[in-house]
């Protein structure tokens, strides 16, 4: 294959491939190949390619840069465009922007000023003087995306995926009002929402239904919901997704040894507010079923200790209506007591009401004997008296 010469004519005798048209120069047929004998495309580049204004540097094997100014794809496979930037990891991508650094293999970044770490300071260009470099393949698999801010958003790690967006995050929405918005893309429980899944696969979703409420499921089944009116916390209980009920029994006694206390919790340094409600040690003495254990989230074998604060409020229904009927049977014993009180108070009343009436009738018929004595004696008591006189 021949090419033109510098002057614009076309090349020797039966070299057709290449065509000249006033000042435009095209290829007619076939491939065309740079570093390559058999090319596969119409233009293929095995090795480095530059593309763009000046300053821009291929150094990378199968490195790339497509288009810009003072642009380095120096690692190996890595692709750069926009304005100064450099793409320093193997497989590394920046599409454009400014002054980004892609440092970490298989990274991405994007923006301005978005930096993934390579593994160590390059000395010059767009990775050079961050606050720290982690060594070895850098930042490897991080994705860093900056928005226009004049600052630097630098990773922290691998396989991380960082977004600095002062207009906030849109997730089916182009007019995000928060930092991050989301807005469900369909009516269906099973679909929309935020899922969040477990190793295991376990899966907790959170999703506001049509009327507005925030509702919970745990793999596929509502368990509570956040009323839309009013904020409450509302547990789903059922009768019909519930077994072998049975009643809760006496918990009063238990409930009187309970200790409320007021406390502050340990790492909070401003202690504006006291909080209140139990030790969960000194429960589970009394309702063991209340405490449940943080496996690994704290030192020991057994964890550290949370409570069910929700099921304290049903032993304290429970405790109250054991009151009620421990008050209920003592005002019946009571009233009981002083009806039985009352009847013998009645009986006794008869019974000296009788006797005062048996008494009075003694007295009047011993008042009566008395007089009739008195009447039987005056004769001789007249006739005693007279004699005493004349002696």
Not at 16 to 39: D, M
Not at 257 to 267: E, H, I, K
Request: aromatic share 8%; proline share 4%; net charge negative.
């Amino acid at each position: 294959m021949a090419l033109f010469a510098l002057d614009g004519n076309q090349g020797p005798p039966g070299d057709s491939h290449w065509q000249l048209s006033g000042s435009t120069t095209y290829y007619n047929a076939g491939n065309v190949g740079i570093g390559t004998a058999s090319p596969s495309a119409p233009l293929q580049v095995v090795g480095p390619g530059v593309f763009g204004a000046s300053n821009n540097t291929a150094s990378g094997t199968r490195s790339f840069v497509g288009g810009g100014v003072n642009n380095t794809a120096s690692g190996t496979d890595s692709f750069v465009g926009g304005q100064s930037n450099t793409a320093s990891g193997g497989q590394s991508f920046i599409g454009g922007g400014l002054w980004n650094c892609a440092g970490g293999i298989r990274s991405f970044a994007g923006g301005n000023r978005a930096k993934v770490r390579p593994g160590s300071d390059p000395g010059s260009g767009a990775c050079s003087g961050l606050p720290s470099y982690p060594g070895g393949n850098g930042d490897a698999g991080t994705f860093v995306w900056a928005d226009n801010q004049n600052a630097n958003f630098v990773s922290t790690g691998a396989n991380q995926f960082l977004i600095r967006a002062s207009g906030g995050v849109g997730i089916g929405t182009n007019s995000p009002q928060r930092d991050l918005s989301i807005r469900q893309r369909s009516s269906s429980a099973s679909t929309y929402g935020l899922g969040i899944e477990s190793i295991s696969g376990n899966e907790w979703a959170l999703y506001v239904e049509p009327a507005g409420n925030l509702n919970f499921r745990y793999n596929g089944e509502i368990k509570s919901r956040i009323n839309a009116s009013d904020g409450a916390y509302v547990q789903f209980s059922d009768a019909d997704f519930k077994e072998d009920i049975l009643p809760l029994g006496s918990v009063l006694d238990g409930v009187l040894q309970l200790q409320p206390v007021s406390y502050f919790m340990v790492g909070d340094g401003e202690r504006t507010r006291r909080s209140i409600g139990f030790i969960a040690q000194e429960v589970e003495s009394v309702f063991p079923e209340l405490v449940q254990h943080f496996e690994g989230e704290g030192a020991g074998s057994e964890g550290h200790l949370g409570l069910s604060y929700d099921e304290i409020t049903v032993l304290n229904t429970q405790a109250l209506i054991e009151l009620n009927q421990r008050y209920n049977g003592s005002i019946r014993e009571k009233s009981e007591r002083i009806a039985s009180l009352e009847a013998e108070n009645a009986e006794l009343h008869d019974r000296l009401a009788s006797l005062e009436q048996s008494h009075a009738e003694d007295l009047l018929a011993l008042r009566a004997e008395l007089a009739m004595l008195r009447e039987l004696l005056a004769p001789a008591l007249a006739g005693g008296q007279r004699s005493r006189l004349v002696r």
